[in-house]
């Protein structure tokens, strides 16, 4: 199904896009089930806050990395500057993968690094980085420090969350998992930081497909006019058949 479906879109990058916005989709799923109704104790939600919050970091981390490889091998022009080679203009994605990780150009702790990284590497019309918006990258990056709290708890990494904690308003230690619970008033409107990070990482992936493959994106948002929520589930339609990761919950008569 996989090999098909590359076929009729001729683009791998899709099949990126599809396994992230899958798996988006079915942490928010899980987390809704579990924390609703009562059933599980408030320092149940609060594990469950940290894992979830780990688990969408760490996916969107992968994301990145294959989009900038599968966008480095479309155009090689960059590249080939960057590190004064001659090259086929277009490469394999292995071929890619291979020169960016023999480069080290894998490593990346914040927005800011992936997007030196990007600019020194992908030409302009095949960087996804750069359309990313500053509010975007900057609730991204407070993700990570929460994400390497979580992960560490070191006292390096509770020095930055406090600082993250600090812009907000909270002055005390909180576990991170309450952090991200607590619901306040956004720019966009109202919801908690968890609601926010899952908005945020949808929204990469909006708009990599947007870049990486305009007619699939087509698809899903015909025209500006397109509400984001029917888009959103029109791609949920399309993916469930580009991924390896299956929705059980998906409509059986898809």
């Known amino acids: 199904m996989i090999e098909e479906s590359n076929k009729q879109t001729g683009s791998l990058g899709v099949k990126f896009v599809a396994e992230f916005f899958n798996m988006l989709m079915a942490y928010q799923r899980?987390?809704?089930?579990?924390?609703?109704g009562g059933v599980l104790s408030n320092d149940a939600v609060v594990q469950i806050?940290?894992?979830?919050?780990?688990?969408?970091?760490?996916?969107?981390?992968?994301?990145?990395?294959?989009?900038?490889?599968?966008?480095?091998?479309?155009?090689?022009?960059?590249?080939?500057?960057?590190l004064d080679l001659t090259l086929p203009s277009a490469i394999?994605?292995?071929?890619?993968?291979?020169?960016?990780?023999?480069?080290?150009?894998?490593?990346?702790?914040?927005?800011?690094?992936?997007?030196?990284?990007?600019?020194?590497?992908?030409?302009?019309?095949?960087?996804?980085?750069?359309?990313?918006?500053?509010?975007?990258?900057k609730h991204i990056n407070e993700a990570i420090i929460i994400r390497n709290y979580i992960a560490h708890k070191s006292n390096s990494s509770k020095q930055k969350l406090l600082k993250v904690?600090?812009?907000?308003?909270?002055?005390?230690?909180?576990?991170?998992?309450?952090?991200?619970?607590?619901?306040?008033?956004?720019?966009?409107?109202?919801?908690?930081f968890s609601s926010l990070c899952y908005m945020i990482f949808m929204s990469v992936a909006v708009i990599t497909l947007r870049l990486i493959d305009r007619n699939i994106y087509n698809l899903a948002f015909p025209d500006d006019k397109t509400p984001y929520e029917m888009g959103i589930a029109k791609?949920?339609?399309?993916?469930?058949?580009?991924?390896?990761?299956?929705?059980?919950?998906?409509?059986?008569?898809f």
Not at 166 to 191: H, M, N, S, W
Not at 235 to 253: T, V
């Open 92 to 137: 394999t994605f292995d071929n890619a993968q291979a020169i960016i990780n023999g480069m080290n150009f894998t490593s990346f702790s914040n927005i800011k690094e992936l997007n030196v990284i990007a600019k020194g590497i992908l030409v302009s019309k095949f960087n996804p980085f750069q359309q990313f918006l500053r509010p975007m990258t």
């Open 30 to 36: 899980i987390y809704i089930n579990l924390s609703k």
């Open 165 to 192: 904690y600090r812009a907000y308003g909270i002055r005390k230690f909180v576990e991170p998992g309450e952090f991200l619970q607590i619901v306040r008033d956004f720019k966009i409107k109202t919801f908690s």
């Open 49 to 82: 806050e940290e894992a979830f919050l780990l688990k969408l970091v760490t996916e969107w981390e992968v994301f990145s990395y294959n989009i900038l490889t599968y966008c480095v091998s479309l155009d090689t022009k960059k590249l080939s500057k960057n």
């Open 235 to 253: 791609m949920y339609i399309m993916f469930n058949h580009l991924s390896q990761y299956k929705d059980p919950d998906f409509p059986a008569n």
